[in-house]
């Protein structure tokens, strides 16, 4: 075909179908029933969107791109059959600062080859134009902070560094200084210096202090405000990518990355309503940095504990039951034995649904996609907002590994580092079982009032072995 045809027809024609098709995907993982689909469109349409930027850069040397999606399919099919669900959060958090890196890597790259090209004058930035210029360094400068904020955030969830906030002095000096640093240099580079060697020393100066602020950024987050961490870093990611298509000029990585960038934020900003905070007040307040009320055991009075023959007891006579799933759920892997246990109840004629909180879990998300793992129906995953007002004419609550979103402190307590924070009202029902290891406290590092409560029962155990438990006594009556 001439060459003059597929830059002009069928290059423009593949990335307006993947836009399309990008915009269909992203529709599809509102929705669990939906996510698997939308995941397989939004793949189909990467898929068409590198085969045009192929075309459209006349890229011949195949034997690059071939052990390139070996390489990468691998990795991807390793990742999908290996990485457990409770580790899903962090895998995540490694992809947002793989795409940073690769936003940034392929900007550098335009530089790079504009210093080569032979006879050219002036610097690179120069050669790229004004606006490439700007969004080159901006590429650079977001997707190099996304690396490395992943990467912390990474090592906070997978328990190699720690989760609680680390609140250096100064730190919003630093982080206003390293920012403002990449920025100016930024600047000098793409507008005055002349001189190459000067020029590449800047760009590798704003790639460190992009990678020390990405560092600052995400070190004061406790683990409490991990979803909102991953939604943000997630949102770079897309809008590192936005800035790289601009410098390439290439539309589908511009829309795609606008389309993630937003989704992202959009993303984030329901995960701190969820919270009852602001973004500033994730990013700056240090949240769980203190473990005020401890959450120590003898801290805690007339506290009712029983185990799995007085759970099932309790269970046999319930006309409706509530399950609410928290990281504790994850951890156990009990997803398939909470849904046995469903179904027992269900065949004893027994109302069955769950309650979901936004951000149960360390990825919003995250409880759904393990129920569904469970093939737990659809239908039966209640949001909050839509829960909440059943909890008054329900029986009974099986609380599985969840807590702070839980805690009545949210509603009743004014003081508390969570009041305000909408929560699972699990308190109104008539009794509430909570399946826990022990009393510690969760993310917020604070007491949790529902183990006081009088229609509480605490069953401290193994979340799965405790349901199996239950599940076992409950058959036997």
């Known amino acids: 075909m001439d060459s003059s045809v597929l830059q002009t027809t069928v290059v423009p024609l593949l990335y307006l179908l993947s836009a399309v098709l990008f915009i269909f995907g992203l529709k599809g993982l509102t929705r669990v029933r939906s996510a698997r689909r939308g995941n397989a469109i939004a793949a189909l349409a990467m898929l068409i969107a590198v085969a045009g930027t192929l075309l459209q850069q006349e890229v011949i040397h195949w034997r690059w791109i071939v052990a390139g999606l070996a390489i990468g399919g691998l990795i991807g099919a390793v990742a999908a059959l290996k990485v457990a669900m409770t580790a899903m959060p962090e895998m995540v958090a490694l992809f947002n600062g793989s795409g940073g890196a690769a936003s940034a890597l392929v900007a550098l790259s335009q530089v790079w080859s504009k210093k080569i090209e032979a006879g050219a004058p002036g610097t690179p930035l120069e050669l790229l134009g004004t606006a490439p210029g700007v969004t080159t360094v901006l590429a650079v400068l977001i997707g190099t902070l996304t690396l490395s904020g992943s990467v912390v955030a990474y090592m906070k969830l997978a328990g190699k560094m720690r989760g609680a906030p680390i609140l250096l002095p100064g730190r919003h000096a630093i982080n206003a200084l390293l920012l403002l640093a990449s920025l100016v240099l930024g600047s000098l580079a793409m507008a005055t210096v002349t001189d190459v060697a000067t020029l590449e020393l800047l760009l590798w100066v704003v790639v460190a202090a992009s990678l020390a602020l990405g560092v600052m950024l995400v070190i004061p987050i406790g683990g409490a405000d991990m979803p909102v961490v991953i939604s943000l870093l997630n949102s770079y990611s897309g809008v590192a990518a936005a800035m790289t298509g601009f410098v390439l000029q290439n539309n589908v990585l511009i829309i795609s990355g606008a389309l993630v960038g937003a989704s992202g934020l959009i993303l984030t900003n329901i995960m701190c309503v969820a919270m009852n905070r602001t973004l500033a007040n994730v990013l700056f307040g240090g949240f769980g940095a203190e473990e005020t009320t401890g959450g120590g055991k003898h801290e805690y009075q007339n506290v009712r504990s029983g185990g799995v023959e007085e759970a099932a007891l309790i269970l046999e006579s319930a006309e409706s039951v509530i399950f609410v799933p928290g990281y504790g759920l994850a951890v156990a892997q009990a997803q398939h034995t909470v849904r046995e ?108 009032e529902l183990f006081e409560y009088p229609n509480t029962m605490m069953l401290f155990e193994d979340a799965k072995k405790a349901v199996q438990g239950i599940l076992t006594e409950l058959k036997e009556l």
């Open 341 to 448: 246990l469903a179904e027992e109840l269900e065949r004893r004629g027994t109302k069955v649904s769950y309650g979901i909180h936004p951000v149960a879990g360390r990825m919003p998300g995250h409880m759904n996609v393990l129920l569904a793992e469970a093939d737990v129906p659809y239908e039966q995953l209640l949001e909050m907002d839509v829960v909440n007002p059943e909890f008054k004419n329900t029986d009974v609550v099986i609380v599985v590994g969840a807590n702070d979103v839980v805690n009545p402190a949210a509603k009743k307590t004014p003081g508390s580092p969570i009041y305000g924070m909408p929560i699972l009202e699990v308190y109104e029902a008539g009794t509430v079982i909570v399946i826990k290891r022990s009393l510690s406290p969760g993310f917020a590092g604070i007491k949790n």
